[in-house]
């Protein structure tokens, strides 16, 4: 499946089988590679994700009417 084709949730689940079938400690190596480099994608496109998500939320909500919204500790 392409990545711009997979939701959050449909990565967050991939990523949970590449972890534990690299934790069982099974897996050749060159396998073990290439499922760890599909982690990696897969873990990009969730925080691009969830970046783009916290954005769109920034954008909508508010503190006190006209201040614009933060994370603790985060400076806007």
Request: glycine content about 6%.
């Amino acid at each position: 499946m392409k990545l711009e084709n997979v939701s959050f949730e449909q990565a967050m689940e991939q990523l949970e089988k590449i972890t534990a079938r690299l934790e069982e400690g099974d897996v050749p190596l060159e396998e073990a590679l290439e499922e760890y480099k599909r982690g990696m994608e897969l873990s990009a496109l969730c925080h691009s994700k969830l970046k783009k998500a916290e954005t769109e939320l920034a954008k909508l909500v508010t503190n006190d009417g006209d201040q614009p919204f933060r994370l603790d500790g985060e400076d806007v």
